[in-house]
């Protein structure tokens, strides 16, 4: 069994710094859902950075077009002085992230039972980069398991971002498992390069259609999973 993790708010609370920022800045301002707040800026997030890739929008705009844009939704417009607020405040705070609780011990379960762990992440290598040394996330991942799209020249749902890993490996894909909390990028993207899939759903999004091979909403269900497919 080959379990590759996705990294941002699969192995840690992603929303933590953004809702700290928001909690400062602007929940007096509007009575918006900070969970649906956040779930449109990591949409956002993804069309921006695909976006960039593409040379539509340039890196230093990026950060400033997704709060911009999540915000405008909730009839709040913000200038580029006010996204630059809003970004010091969430890249200090994420410097204080930690593993949600529960991932270290299916991570020590999986290092102990001698189980393949890879991670794969969208992003750039820096400020992802410094997530992996923040969370000591080297404690079971060494760097040559870590991949980072702006690194590999992929990004998911690209299949090739997780063949990359496959090939690198050598994986069997019929014995490889991807586990992610976002559905586009990380279900379909794995299940496009015949992987199994996990959608870590802990966000409780709804879907017509879903074509995960398992769909968990906790990490104690995550927790169980590995352990009962290990």
Request: with cysteine; aromatic share 14%; charged share 35%.
């Amino acid at each position: 069994m080959n379990l590759i993790f996705d990294l941002d708010d699969t192995l840690y609370d992603l929303m933590g710094p953004f809702e700290l920022v928001h909690k400062k800045l602007y929940a007096d301002k509007t009575d918006a859902d900070c969970t649906e707040l956040f779930i449109k800026s990591r949409d956002y997030s993804d069309e921006i950075m695909e976006a960039e890739i593409k040379g539509d929008i340039p890196h230093e705009d990026c950060f400033y077009e997704r709060i911009k844009r999540t915000y405008h939704d909730v009839g709040i417009e913000m200038n580029r002085e006010d996204t630059e607020e809003f970004e010091r405040l969430y890249r200090a705070y994420q410097k204080e992230i930690s593993l949600s609780e529960g991932v270290e011990e299916f991570l020590d379960y999986c290092k102990a039972h001698n189980i393949f762990i890879a991670i794969l992440t969208n992003g750039r290598p820096k400020s992802q980069y410094a997530k992996v040394i923040a969370l000591d996330l080297h404690r079971w991942f060494d760097d040559d398991h870590i991949f980072i799209s702006g690194g590999i020249g992929y990004q998911k749902p690209d299949p090739m971002a997780f063949q990359y890993i496959e090939k690198m490996f050598s994986l069997n894909p019929e014995e490889t498992w991807y586990i992610g909390d976002t559905y586009e990028a990380d279900v379909v993207g794995a299940d496009g390069a015949g992987w199994h899939t996990v959608w870590f759903n802990h966000r409780n999004r709804e879907r017509l259609e879903n074509c995960a091979d398992v769909t968990v909403r906790s990490i104690e269900e995550l927790s169980r999973f590995i352990k009962e497919r290990s």
